[in-house]
């Protein structure tokens, strides 16, 4: 047990001064991931800022700016109300879908829509401290590089990390084009849109956002767009139910005459962050909605996938994915 101390905080300023003077402190809010770490001694915080009283978890239509029209998700909002609010599943049932294909229902009554975007890795070598792990300990090495790799990355990763992202809300917010509304010490407002908010490993592994310290998420907003009838969360797992995905896919598309309008493609499993296939979503524009095409677009994207040793199935895994995910998205969910 490694002591520390715990404020519960009134007010966002209160909580955000509180954390950015301290830069070992948390925020706490379902604490669904953090705890599980400081269980496993992974993480070490000396200071806990409790921010489970601070509102911020309305969902709303936005009224003006650059997002009229869409709607806004409160960071202190529980994964269960979004999943299961009739804004969401009406007009964005592709981040309903991807809720609810993460964890179980107890940890969604918990967990919150900020901290969602905030989980770590679930890589072994990362909870067992006697291993080495630069997102842990910065400099020892990756002991899944050369150990066990079956679940980790095929993108995007370097010698230092091979870790992924565990996240499913994550990835069809990525699909949709999402930003993340943050708040500093200072009272000052930025918006990042959700491709910068995650970070590749390259040197710094440690750092899994491009939030600084002390900022707090408050909302995350969804531009309006016209993929509610043709979007759908596929997940590839080991288990049907309560278990992380090999690959997953998040797709969405605006069919007109059955030529792709717009395409919208997001992978989860197979990178440090989720993995916009940009690739994939070029090539369909324009296209008539065929599996023909389809497989075309995977292959597209696939074609830069550098698997481990222990992680080559998911090359092709992917490809099919992608091309299940975008089959379903355009018959509506059905198969």
Same mark, same amino acid.
């Given at each position: 047990?490694?002591?520390?101390?715990?404020?519960?905080?009134?007010?966002?300023?209160?909580?955000?001064?509180?954390? #950015?003077?301290?830069?070992?402190?948390?925020?706490? &809010?379902?604490?669904?991931?953090?705890?599980?770490?400081?269980?496993?001694?992974?993480?070490?915080?000396?200071?806990?800022?409790?921010?489970?009283?601070?509102?911020?978890?309305?969902?709303?239509?936005?009224?003006?700016?650059?997002?009229?029209?869409?709607?806004?998700?409160?960071?202190?909002?529980?994964?269960?109300?979004?999943?299961?609010?009739?804004?969401?599943?009406?007009?964005?049932?592709?981040?309903?879908?991807?809720?609810?294909?993460?964890?179980?229902?107890?940890?969604?009554?918990?967990?919150?829509?900020?901290?969602?975007?905030?989980?770590?890795?679930?890589?072994?070598?990362?909870?067992?401290?006697?291993?080495?792990?630069?997102?842990?300990?910065?400099?020892?090495?990756?002991?899944?590089?050369?150990?066990?790799?079956?679940?980790?990355?095929?993108?995007?990763?370097?010698?230092?990390?091979? &870790?992924?992202?565990?996240?499913?809300?994550?990835?069809?917010?990525?699909?949709?084009?999402?930003?993340?509304?943050?708040?500093?010490?200072?009272?000052?407002?930025?918006?990042?849109?959700?491709?910068?908010?995650?970070?590749?490993?390259?040197?710094?592994?440690?750092?899994?956002?491009?939030?600084?310290?002390?900022?707090?998420?408050? #909302?995350?907003?969804?531009? *309006?767009?016209?993929?509610?009838?043709?979007?759908?969360?596929? *997940?590839?797992?080991?288990?049907?139910?309560?278990?992380?995905?090999?690959?997953?896919?998040? #797709?969405?598309?605006?069919?007109?005459?059955?030529?792709?309008?717009?395409?919208?493609? #997001?992978?989860?499993?197979? &990178?440090?962050?989720?993995?916009?296939?940009?690739?994939?979503?070029?090539?369909?524009?324009?296209?008539?909605?065929?599996?023909?095409?389809?497989?075309?677009?995977?292959?597209?994207?696939?074609?830069?996938?550098?698997?481990?040793?222990?992680?080559?199935?998911?090359?092709?895994?992917?490809?099919?994915?992608?091309?299940?995910?975008?089959?379903?998205?355009?018959?509506?969910?059905?198969?």
């Amino acid at each position: 047990m490694r002591p520390f101390t715990y404020t519960r905080a009134k007010d966002p300023s209160s909580a955000i001064n509180q954390l #950015a003077g301290n830069p070992n402190a948390k925020f706490l &809010a379902g604490g669904t991931n953090l705890l599980d770490l400081m269980k496993e001694d992974v993480e070490r915080p000396n200071e806990l800022v409790d921010i489970t009283e601070l509102g911020l978890s309305d969902i709303k239509v936005i009224a003006a700016g650059p997002q009229k029209g869409g709607i806004s998700i409160g960071g202190l909002g529980k994964n269960t109300d979004a999943a299961n609010h009739a804004l969401i599943r009406q007009n964005y049932p592709l981040l309903s879908q991807s809720i609810l294909a993460g964890a179980s229902g107890q940890i969604r009554n918990m967990a919150t829509n900020g901290g969602n975007l905030l989980q770590r890795t679930r890589c072994p070598y990362f909870y067992e401290v006697s291993m080495p792990c630069n997102k842990r300990e910065p400099g020892s090495g990756c002991g899944a590089l050369e150990g066990i790799n079956r679940m980790h990355a095929i993108f995007g990763w370097t010698e230092k990390c091979v &870790a992924v992202y565990p996240s499913d809300m994550a990835i069809a917010l990525a699909a949709l084009d999402a930003v993340v509304k943050v708040r500093n010490a200072s009272g000052q407002e930025r918006i990042i849109p959700f491709a910068d908010f995650h970070r590749l490993p390259g040197d710094k592994p440690e750092q899994d956002t491009n939030l600084a310290h002390g900022e707090l998420i408050t #909302a995350l907003e969804l531009p *309006k767009n016209n993929f509610a009838d043709r979007s759908y969360y596929l *997940k590839v797992r080991d288990r049907a139910s309560y278990a992380f995905a090999l690959v997953s896919v998040a #797709a969405a598309l605006e069919v007109s005459n059955n030529t792709i309008v717009q395409a919208r493609i #997001a992978m989860g499993g197979v &990178a440090h962050k989720p993995w916009r296939a940009l690739k994939a979503e070029k090539m369909l524009i324009g296209k008539e909605a065929t599996v023909a095409n389809f497989k075309l677009a995977a292959d597209a994207e696939m074609a830069d996938a550098k698997p481990l040793e222990h992680n080559r199935f998911k090359v092709e895994l992917g490809n099919r994915s992608i091309v299940l995910a975008l089959q379903m998205a355009m018959n509506g969910g059905k198969a």
